[in-house]
């Protein structure tokens, strides 16, 4: 079951421990990992009153990086599955981070050579243009066309 709290999204233990292809009592499965790593949950976990077979009780959900946590600490066939799927995942975004980096820091240079040096031919090279008439000579004067 998905509870709304706190204006995000966050799930039974039961849930988790289904989606992650416990047998059995899979909510219990869950609470021991939880229980065994109180620590890593810390601000992920919240006790709230939900109504369950006709009754109110408090249940602790979790939020959706305590899911994902509960993927690396358990040991079943899907949450392998899981593991694999995150580090692909987390590897491949880290590559696209860094090449939209890259990117992102040539556009900067570039438009800090057009607006600082008015640069036409948008080199990116991070000094004054060469093609730039507006630099400045060796004496500091401004020269009136580009020599390179």
């Given amino acids: 079951m998905v509870v709304e709290h706190r204006g995000e999204e966050w799930f039974t233990a039961e849930d988790i421990g289904r989606a992650l292809g416990f047998a059995g009592d899979a909510g219990r499965a869950i609470r ?21 077979e006709g009754k109110l009780r408090t249940h602790r959900i979790f939020n959706a990086q305590a899911a994902v946590k509960f993927g690396f600490f358990a040991k079943t066939k899907r949450a392998k599955a899981f593991r694999h799927w995150a580090s692909r995942f987390l590897t491949e ?18 438009l800090e050579n057009q607006l600082w040096y008015g640069c036409q031919e948008k080199k990116i090279c991070g000094r004054p243009c060469q093609a730039c008439p507006r630099r400045p000579n ?4 401004w020269k009136n066309g580009c020599r390179s």
């Fill in 138 to 141: 060796a004496s500091g004067a």
């Fill in 32 to 52: 021991r990992i939880y229980e065994r790593n109180e620590d890593e949950f810390e601000g992920l976990t919240s006790r709230v009153k939900l109504t369950h």
């Fill in 93 to 110: 975004g880290v590559k696209r981070l860094k090449d939209r980096h890259e990117a992102d820091q040539k556009r900067v240079l570039d």
